[in-house]
């Protein structure tokens, strides 16, 4: 049985989608003002500034961890900046109980949620605090108190779960939605087809948020894909959906509002297309200059998000210039101190090698281990991260 | 006792553990209002209805990133992948997510809950497409358990197990079998244990180790060989991964000899892993190679199946071969 509704026609003719464009929704202009005919949202101050303290915060740990990275205390980084608006502003409209499932870049979404200085640092350095006990690369961060799934590399992965934990959101009846976030590189996996097209026929409530930020590593849009970017892949599957600047922190939030509301009110999945761009290199391993300009990278500073957004606070006289370099300084302070502390702390110990595998580690692997700990204690001037683990065992 | 088949005996497994808890969710591709291609969830849905066993649009990755994204929630999700053939557009679901969601996140989430049910192997006219055992692919992946049933019995046993399990278990269904395989089933919930293998008879010359429908073949490659006087010890290793060790050793340290087969391919085929470790445990008391009977190192055929598959004669002869040498 075929589902389709459309009309019969008796010449052939084609379409390419060309005449249907969708269009991008905005609020706020650069200068701090609304477009006219555009309404804010509903924020009051204390979320405005909750929302506001989260960008910096972001923004001062970004860039005090890349030179970090750079002075070769860290192995590696990746930085979130241009982007903070899309992510903050769409993490803010959400309720923190709701489920996030990031891609790698959104570290803004967990320091909107309360993620402390000290719990960054942790996973950064690999720590025996480190929730992921040392076992990922930086910035793979976790949290199931704040409701943040831990990152895994494997790109889009996260977008087929996100479809099937909002399908358990939806049997349980507890009122909450997945919002996954992604990029525009990542939305070319197949992974991102099944995740849709599966949150469309099933009506889970779930909120695809694609970050199109310009480039999945060197690759720029325009060679990703011929399409008017990845809105229109969401009407292909009948979803909700939306294309939003994502450096507007206004509009971000009221589409994202609007779209938990469609999700969670009627099981309507949701697309959310946010235009920004990655004004940070793709990683400490990237050098942008190969294959961009500074002309381009200056265009996009002229719309950095949060310069936006203090625009429209100062014009609410909500925030001033003085309170910002307070803050500025305040978190610059915290992040080195809290740097130094992490880095001091030891490493996990030697049996986070092999727990977790499984809830039990089987006896195989047990032997594996045991064969370690005599090779350690062989050679313990080898293995100083873990030679006083193994001290005085048989 | 009820005497059934495999395939009643997994769809009353499904049953018995869809109404014991609410979490648990049957789903893939048809397996819906129809009950699945070879109907092994024949009246879930009307049981339990749609919203807890329904058909999932036609794409493997999907199926089994979103059974990894229910079972982090909490739900007990029971994925279909129609046939073993059609599991790889899941591969990096399954041994890049799946086995590797509580290790990475330090135990703060975790995907023990799902549980993947394939049918695998040939004997069934099904040449390359619908024949493969494709078990050990992911036998290379920590973090995930691989089980295997021969028979009605251990299905229910083993399928109620793998759903219980506190980790992401992959549950091969020999379909050769599906209704070949009858014999009495107990009535009620039980579950037989993972990660043991069974003794079936006790031998003193040769150990014969197999697992799924393999074991119907050593069953009748040990008639000919024990009217031929060689006395077999017969083991189901039942789970893949992590294996039995200790009962395979223990028993070749008796007998001296390990005769060792699977459907799938000889080379990088799990026997390989069984024969290395047991050389290593049980060197000195090796009174023969360990021989392995297995597929050749081809796609799987079709019209020369019989010619290709490691059956009774195959294996009886490497049994004698191996007490003779």
């Known amino acids: ?394 | 006792m009820a005497k059934m088949n495999m395939l009643q005996a997994i769809n009353e497994a499904l049953d018995m553990a869809m109404a014991a808890n609410d979490k648990v969710l049957c789903f893939g591709e048809d397996v819906g209002v129809f009950g699945g291609v070879f109907r092994a969830t024949s009246n879930l849905q009307h049981k339990y209805g749609e919203d807890r066993c329904f058909n999932t649009p036609l794409v493997e990755q999907g199926i089994i990133g979103f059974a990894n994204g229910l079972a982090a929630q909490g739900s007990v999700p029971v994925a279909e992948i129609q046939f073993a053939d059609y599991i790889f557009p899941a591969f990096d679901q399954i041994v890049n997510e799946a086995a590797k969601f509580r290790y990475r996140s330090g135990n703060l989430f975790n995907v023990g809950n799902l549980t993947i049910r394939a049918p695998y192997g040939g004997g069934i006219a099904g040449g390359l497409y619908h024949s493969q055992s494709p078990e050990a692919y992911f036998a290379h992946t920590p973090g995930l358990k691989i089980v295997v049933p021969r028979n009605p019995h251990q299905a229910k046993g083993l399928l109620l197990a793998s759903i219980n399990d506190p980790n992401p278990t992959l549950f091969f269904e020999p379909k050769r079998l599906y209704r070949a395989s009858t014999g009495e089933v107990p009535e009620g919930e039980y579950q037989l244990p993972i990660g043991e293998a069974e003794v079936l008879k006790e031998g003193t010359d040769v150990t014969v180790l197999g697992w799924g429908a393999q074991m119907e073949v050593i069953d009748k490659a040990v008639e000919m060989a024990e009217k031929e006087g060689f006395s077999c010890e017969v083991i189901d290793l039942r789970t893949i991964l992590p294996w039995d060790v200790e009962t395979i050793a223990e028993s070749v340290l008796k007998t001296g000899r390990l005769v060792i087969t699977h459907e799938a391919p000889l080379t990088g085929g799990f026997a390989g892993e069984i024969a290395a470790t047991i050389q290593e445990r049980c060197f000195l008391y090796l009174e023969s190679p360990i021989a392995r009977v297995t597929g050749m190192d081809t796609p799987f055929p079709l019209v020369l199946e019989k010619e290709h598959f490691p059956n009774h004669l195959k294996v009886f002869e490497a049994i004698r071969e191996s007490v003779e040498f």
Not at chain 1, 242 to 249: A, P
Not at chain 1, 273 to 297: F, N
Request: aromatic share 10%.
């Open chain 1, 1 to 394: 049985m075929t589902t389709t509704k459309s009309k019969t026609v008796y010449t052939p003719g084609f379409t390419d989608g060309t005449e249907f464009r969708i269009p991008t929704f905005k609020l706020l202009k650069q200068d701090g003002s609304l477009y006219k005919g555009g309404k804010a949202p509903d924020i009051d101050k204390e979320k405005a500034l909750r929302i506001y303290h989260a960008m910096v915060t972001t923004r001062v740990l970004d860039e005090r961890m890349l030179a970090a990275q750079r002075q070769g205390r860290l192995s590696f980084y990746m930085q979130c900046t241009g982007e903070e608006a899309a992510i903050i502003g769409s993490t803010a409209a959400l309720d923190d109980a709701d489920m996030i499932m990031a891609q790698y870049r959104e570290q803004g979404s967990l320091a909107y949620r309360g993620f402390t200085i000290d719990e960054f640092m942790n996973q950064l350095f690999g720590n025996e605090k480190d929730y992921g006990k040392g076992r990922q690369m930086p910035v793979h961060y976790g949290s199931s108190k704040l409701n943040y799934m831990t990152i895994s590399s494997p790109l889009a992965t996260q977008i087929p779960q996100a479809t099937g934990y909002a399908y358990g959101q939806k049997m349980a009846g507890d009122g909450h939605c997945t919002t996954v976030y992604f990029g525009e590189g990542a939305a070319s996996e197949g992974d991102f087809h099944a995740g849709l097209n599966m949150a469309a026929v099933h009506r889970v409530p779930a909120i695809f948020f694609c970050r199109n930020n310009g480039y999945a590593i060197s690759t720029p849009a325009v060679e990703q894909y011929a399409a008017d970017g990845i809105a229109p892949r969401g009407v292909g599957y009948k979803m909700d959906t939306i294309r939003v600047d994502g450096n507007d922190i206004l509009a971000v939030y009221q589409a994202t509002e609007a779209a938990r509301k469609l999700a969670v009110e009627e099981n309507r999945p949701v697309l959310i297309e946010a235009m920004t761009y990655r004004l940070a290199a793709h990683s400490s391993s990237d050098d942008p200059s190969g294959y961009r300009s500074k002309d381009e990278e200056a265009v996009w500073r002229e719309k950095d998000p949060i310069l936006r957004m203090y625009n429209w606070l100062a014009a609410k006289k909500w925030w001033s210039a003085s309170e910002e370099k307070k803050l500025q300084e305040r978190l610059r302070r915290e992040v080195l101190d809290t740097m130094k502390r992490a880095q001091k702390l030891p490493p996990p110990p030697l049996e986070t090698l092999v727990t977790d595998v499984y809830d039990e580690v089987p006896p195989l692997l047990q032997a594996q281990f045991e064969k370690l700990k005599a090779h350690i204690r062989k050679y313990p001037d080898e293995y100083p991260k873990s030679a006083a683990h193994v001290q005085g065992g048989a």
